[in-house]
């Protein structure tokens, strides 16, 4: 597969256990980049993905839709405990 920044789709594992944001936008960015060229080795080919690239496809961008999810949860708590400390909202980005 192809690589990611220095990340591979192998890495993805790791960098999930680590959980950090960076490591978990890394594994993200890892994940869609697999899912790119799934879609580019198929247009490549001028043909539609077949039934193994589709199903491997949609498990890929579900992982990164699970990632996406805990970032938004992780962001969301962050902002909160910022309220709790006088930080608007608006302030955050």
Request: hydrophobic letters at 40%.
């Amino acid at each position: 597969m192809e690589k990611n920044g220095n990340y591979e789709l192998s890495d993805v594992p790791q960098l999930i256990e680590r959980g950090n944001f960076r490591s978990l936008l890394q594994a993200r960015a890892a994940l869609t980049d697999a899912a790119e060229a799934i879609i580019a080795a198929a247009g490549a080919e001028n043909r539609g993905m077949t039934a193994d690239e589709s199903a491997r496809f949609d498990g890929l961008l579900a992982q990164a839709n699970e990632i996406t999810a805990r970032l938004d949860q992780d962001r969301e708590q962050r902002v909160r405990g910022l309220a709790q400390l006088g930080v608007s909202p608006s302030e955050v980005r």
